[in-house]
Structure formats: structure tokens, C-alpha cells
């Protein structure tokens, strides 16, 4: 059974850093895209990037790049969303997805983690 | 802002039908698959419909989509109670380079 569990929910100040995780099992999690997607509660998704683990070939929205770092650790079947300094804005849900298609133009995301809250602050 | 316009809202009595309208441009929906989504409250986004018509394992045939030009559409016919939720299109954007997501449609059951 493909499965995609999250790190749990985080409460932090303005300016820490964090670094929240997403393990993927059931699978060969070296040859999915790994995505992250953030939702504000009550608004909608917002794509932050995606990682294919097996080359760390990463990609970020436009909106996310700078901001945020995605990366993964093969040995842990685990990829990291991660900020060197949050801010207040950074307050959201933060979902990763597997994506089904080796070609991220073809992309949809089969398999959803359940969420990690992410609090931020000022 | 997303560049994937969507009705805020959308609704039917049980049993009658909705279409959910998804519209892009060139960059992403003229030129990608589109996918949907479906999300009930506090729970993650579930895969509804991907490649702009294809249903994964489990999906009922009550949901259908296409995809003409620059434009997308989700239907559900015989509708239930159990289908309140939000729904999202979603696709590559050429220009951005990025993965998009349309605004979301909240469909209501009357």
C-alpha cells in the first residue's frame, strides 16, 4: 500500500528555521516525483516544487523559489521541505503528493500525505 | 492569482448534475494534461480524474472530464450528498515552468 506520512504539526517564531518531512513507503520512491503543495486554511493549493529523488532534480514555482529549499534522503525513503527563516506568511497547511508521470509536464498527484500544520509567529 | 480561472461555487439538488469549469491558456491547459482533485474539509486533496478524462481505480463514473482548447471541465451527474467538497483542476504551466492550480469550486448539494 503506497503511503505518504508527514511530520506533525510545528509552532515556531518569526525568523526560526524548520525543516518538516514527508516518508513515502509502498513503493519504489526513488522514480515518483515527490510535490509539495501548500493550502492556507479556507484558500486554495499552492504548488511549491517538486523533487525526483532518484537525481535530486528539483523544480520550484516561481512564487516559492528562494524561499524555500526541497530536498531528500534516498536512505530514508524521506523528502524535507525546509525554511532558514520563517515568517508569518509561511502560516499554512503543507501537503506533499507523489507524482505519477516521469515527465513533470504530464504530472498528477496520485497519493497525498496527510497534511503538517505549520504555525508561524510574529 | 492563479492563471486557472474557476467558479467559486456550484450547486444542484441530489441526483440532477453540475460542471465545474477550469480556464487556462496556451501555456497550461492548451498544451498539458489536466488533472482534478477533489478535498473535503481537514482532510488532503484526492485525485479525481487524470490525462484531462482518465479515472483512477475506485473513482466512480458519476465524475467525467474534458479538455477543449484552452478550457477544462468536470462533471458529476447523479449527485450525492457525499460529493460536497472543493474540487481543483490542475496542470503544467509552460511559461512558469511550475505545476498550477486552478482557483477551486465548491460544490454544494442542495
Redesign the interface.
Known sequence: EVQLVQSGAEVKKAGEPLRISCKGSGYDFTNKWI?W?RQVPGE????V??IYPEDSDT????SFRGQVTISVDNSFNTAYLQWSSLKASDTAIY?C?RG?NFN???????F????TLVTVSS | QSVLTQPPSVSAAPRQKVAISCSGSGSNIGNNFVSWYQQFPGTAPKLLIYENNKRPSGIPDRFSASKSGTSATLGITGLQAGDEADYFCGTWDDILTAYVFGTGTKVTVL
Open positions: 510535490a503543495v486554495g493549493l499552492e504548488w516544487g517538486i523544480r520550484y514555482s516561481p501537503y503528493a505519477d513533470p509536464r504530464w504530472l498528477q498527484f496520485d497525498w500525505g496527510q497534511g
